[in-house]
């Protein structure tokens, strides 16, 4: 994201020659509406959503025969009742039109709860090739950097400290600041510092740390593992225990020392200095390169989501495919080690980005419960804020997203150097409003390449 248009042009040179441009064309089956409902809310209630002209289904799980609903949507009445001879999941052919309006209208007779969800398919063709960075808001960059130098971490690009309004809006920032152009840049943008940080020759990608000054925010981050957002990332070391005691030594906050999980992978939690979560997992046994640390590389971002089967095919768009289902259940101890006090259940899958090997896990918490909304815009709260995907075509991506009825922050703006810039971004909202960034910078197709090290040096 902080390179010179030097910098891009000999790793765009380099990208081409040994990394085919890749396009993911999907059959997604989005969910394009969802209610989840008790019948004890006694509600009726008119709700509109996204579609697009053509069929689709409308998907009613029942847990008690004896509701009776009557839905109507786009002044046609459907009506859910005895006449479905028992069956608590029922499937209804419907047609859907851009912008719908469901009205639901629910007779009780006992106490009920059901689930009325509207799918439809689309085929979809992004050319995401991989995941560039999350990035995780800070307080104190130079705490913070001691933090992660502290654990090997090393500095891979800077970035501009001031830039454009466009920018700033990009971000979701209103403009114009209270910035006066004092320290270049243009008047009324956003004042930050920033590092591209990684780990090993930047194995698993790199982490975007990001202090504000203007606009700033002194927010605490998330402060369960639970809340709906992207509440964490984890680490990979190839020896814990080892890492456990060194790192704790050092001052860094643990939830506890290192448990084993129902997939027998050794875990703990820790926190930076501004409270935001990380896992340090254990992984694979590595050669001794005498690092401060054994741990290897980044790997997962976590996504907290409210509905696990519209997330997955969310994210299914950018070419994530499932690798591996979680555990539904965990021991007290393991919850403990989370920062619960009673036992865990979620639903919850990890999924990998063919193009470069990251992973994202998304996770629907049942208990407990915690439906906080994610961070809101501007994208500066302390914790994991953002996280962004290259593509090779963010004016193709954007139509494509358009058509899916995807809510942007703004237009696509150039980045990052001012209106010359040589690239462009785009943020929008995933399904339960955690903050998604699209940059046309098809050099970072391989961001866990070796031969990273070679044009290292010719980086600003």
């Known amino acids: 994201m902080y390179f010179s248009k030097l910098s891009c042009l000999r790793v765009f040179a380099l990208f081409i020659f040994l990394f085919p441009l890749i396009s993911y064309a999907e059959k997604i089956d989005f969910t394009r509406h969802l209610i989840n409902y008790q019948i004890a809310d006694r509600e009726k209630g008119q709700t509109t959503f996204f579609g697009t002209e053509g069929p689709a289904r409308l998907i009613i799980s029942r847990s008690n025969l004896m509701t009776n609903l009557e839905i109507n949507l786009n002044n046609n009445k459907i009506i859910v009742d005895d006449s479905f001879d028992g069956k608590k999941d029922i499937e209804i052919a419907i047609d859907l039109i851009k912008e719908n309006t469901l009205y639901l209208n629910v007779e009780e007779i006992n106490k009920d709860e059901f689930t009325l969800r509207i799918k439809q398919t689309a085929e979809v063709n992004l050319n995401v ?165 054994n741990i290897y590389k980044i790997g997962e971002v976590t996504f907290n989501i409210s509905d696990l089967e519209r997330s997955k095919a969310w994210y299914k768009m950018f070419g994530y495919k499932i690798s591996n289902t979680l555990p539904e259940t965990e021991s007290l101890e393991v919850s403990k080690a989370m920062g619960f006090d009673k036992a865990i259940k979620i639903k919850g899958n990890l999924m990998k980005l063919k193009g470069d090997g990251s992973e994202i896990e998304l996770i629907q918490w049942i208990e407990p419960n915690n439906n906080t909304k994610p961070y809101p815009i501007p994208i500066n709260h302390p914790g994991i804020h953002r996280i962004a995907f290259a593509t090779t075509d963010i004016e193709a ?28 971004i785009i943020a929008f909202y995933d399904p339960d409003g955690i903050i998604v960034e699209l940059a046309e910078m098809p050099f970072y197709a391989r961001i866990l390449f070796p031969i990273i090290l070679w044009f290292r040096g010719i980086i600003d």
């Not at 703990?268 to 979560?277: E, V």
């Not at 991506?397 to 462009?424: A, Y």
């Open 397 to 424: 991506d954007v139509r494509e997203l358009e058509l899916q009825g995807v809510q942007f922050i703004s237009g696509i703006t150039p980045c990052c150097t001012g209106p010359d810039s040589s690239s462009g």
């Open 129 to 293: 090739i991989s995941r560039i960075h999350f990035n995780t808001n800070v307080t104190d960059f130079n705490k913070t950097k001691n933090f992660y130098n502290s654990l090997g971490f090393e500095k891979l690009s800077g970035a501009p400290e001031t830039n454009t309004q466009a920018m700033a809006r990009a971000m979701g920032i209103k403009t114009p600041t209270s910035y006066d152009g004092s320290q270049g840049g243009e008047a009324g943008g956003y004042v930050l510092y920033a590092e591209l940080l990684g780990i090993n020759n930047y194995n698993g990608g790199v982490i975007d740390v990001i202090e504000f000054t203007i606009p700033r925010n002194e927010e605490k981050p998330y402060s369960t593992m639970n809340n709906i957002g992207m509440v964490s990332a984890s680490m990979y070391s190839s020896n814990i225990n080892s890492d456990y005691e060194y790192m704790k030594s050092n001052g860094i906050k643990f939830i506890s020392s290192p448990i084993k999980r129902s997939d027998g992978k050794n875990f703990a939690i820790f926190q930076d200095p501004d409270g935001t979560f990380y896992k340090l997992i254990e992984g694979v046994t590595q050669k001794d390169e005498k690092n401060i640390t």
